[in-house]
């Protein structure tokens, strides 16, 4: 079978999030279970020179929007046997950034229309267009209003994954006539309508043949009221062509064993121990192998639960803890946790910036990583966490929930702590249970730590799935 991603984002080509680390690791899984497997991106502007020279000019075509017609370039690299095509118009991508502009509306328009048109001069016919998020929503709706009777396009199925409901690509009206050109027969509350305007995101879920999220504890929440961003009831209607398919990390990429970005490489607690007494002092706090490290790498949104850690820092504080942040996000937040470094000089850091290599620091250097969402369709913190022998304190919710199971000290099992109501006590309460273990069951420790760089959070089970409900589709063809 032939699969064609299309996506907004793919490392390292370009990353804003999750989604950029799963489009470039699932292909590769998939192909080895025997799937082909391509990649279909928008060409932005601040795509790295050292890739850009790389490209090569596929086909050049024209692609309708609205009643108008824009250039759209392909081009194509190849890496690890997968072929990564990018879609260029400079007047919709040559800008820094990838969202958050006043005519993502039109941009993701001409995306969508442009992944179709593009489909003739691949060379290969897609089984299945696996669409991401609310970027490409509008390709399954596409797909049905204009290609649905034309030959080479009778049979393309299409699979759209959720991988965070809340942003949805709400836009006016107008849009189905002047950049989608489809009638008014499309709007109503079965399809993209949604309270008077129009819905990428439900596009997609309205239109594509199956539906996908990112974990199997997400995709019962987003049924439900307080999870379901109000499209709760309408994914209900679709619930029995709804699946949850936990992300997974590459494990290749992540290693402490061979991760170039760390200051040494380990396999045990004690080379962990060394990276830590190293982060202390790169990052200018006391070198102290006994303060436990407890760190945070995240978005600094309200979704990720800073309010919690705000609510409750100067407790946090008392613990006799050293605090490690890295991120960026809204302002307030990010002021926030400047002041509490200038507050706090020996006990916290605070780097509002994103830095890969850094950001692989901190996972090897830190005894806890905290995650305590608001919600969180899969999280990949928690299992890079774990890949370097750090165990996560999280908020039970979505793939946090799926993948951090609570330690129980009479049985022995789990391998992170939890707590379950969304309550900064509550929180600050799981964080003391897991100080207590850190302070007085060394031993205890070192066994957890070293049992979770040993977990298996590849993507293989996760290809297999997916690779399964592709089959499903391409036996409807037959």
Known sequence: MNILFAASECAPYIKTGGLGDVISALPKALLNQEIQVSVILPKYGNLSDSYRNQLELHRIIEVPVGWRKQYCGIEKIVKNGITIYFLDNEYYFKRYGSYGFYDDGERFA????????????????????????????????????HYSNHPFYKGIKTVFTIHNLRYQGIFSKSVLSE??????????????????????????????DRLTTVSPTYSKEIQTTYY????????????????????????????????????????????????KKLLQE?????????????????????QKGIDLVLHVFNEMMKQNIQFIILGTGEYRYEKAFRELANRYPKQVSATNKFDEALSRKIYAGSDLFLMPSQFEPCGIGQLLAFRYGTLPIVRETGGLK??????????????????????AHDMLYTIERALWFYRFQPKKWKELTEKAMKLDFSWETSAKAYKELYESLHVLNV
């Open 110 to 145: 001409f995306f969508s229309r442009a992944v179709l048109e593009a489909l003739p001069h691949l060379g290969i016919r897609p089984d299945v267009i696996h669409c991401h998020d609310w970027q490409t929503g509008p390709i399954p709706l596409l797909l049905h209003a």
């Open 179 to 208: 950049l989608l050109d489809v009638s008014d027969r499309y709007f109503h509350i079965d399809g993209v309508e949604f309270y008077g305007n129009v819905s990428y995101m439900k596009a997609g879920l309205a239109f594509a």
């Open 228 to 275: 379901g961003e109000q499209l709760d009831g309408f994914i209900r209607k679709r619930k029995s062509d709804l699946l949850g398919i936990l992300n997974g990390i590459d494990q290749s990429s992540y290693n402490p064993v061979s991760d170039s970005s760390l200051f040494e490489n380990y396999d045990s607690y004690e080379g962990k121990i060394r990276n």
């Open 282 to 302: 790169e990052i200018a706090l006391p070198v102290n192998e006994s303060i436990p490290v407890i760190s945070m790498i995240t978005r600094l949104v309200d």
């Open 402 to 423: 799926d993948t951090v199971i609570p330690y129980n000290e009479f049985t022995n099992q789990g391998n992170g702590f939890s707590f379950t109501n969304y309550n």
